[in-house]
């Protein structure tokens, strides 16, 4: 999601600004092994190896940016700040 903001005339040149926000988002596939002690009344058995495999639709991150362009003639004076919060 994002707006474009064009001011004209500021000083000489055209001073555009952008904020945006983005959500990305995508699946997720995970496996997971580990030894589970099998055991018959009170002695034990032996282990025996379990995987188990899961599937997730999650979001990954948030990105929060402000383009910044100051273009005057054929130069161009750009700044882009951007927050970005990863999730776990």
Do not use: W
Request: aromatic residues 12%; glycine residues 6%.
């Amino acid at each position: 999601m994002d707006h474009i903001f064009r001011i004209e005339k500021v000083g000489k040149g055209v001073l555009v600004i952008d904020p945006s926000a983005y959500l990305h988002a995508g699946t997720q596939n995970f496996t997971k092994t580990y030894y589970q002690k099998k055991n018959i009344l009170i002695l034990p058995a032996g282990e025996e190896q379990v995987t188990t495999n899961s599937k997730k639709f999650n979001i990954l991150s948030y990105e929060f940016s402000t383009p910044v362009v100051y273009a005057l003639g054929k130069t161009n004076l750009i700044l882009t700040p951007a927050y970005i919060c990863l999730k776990t």
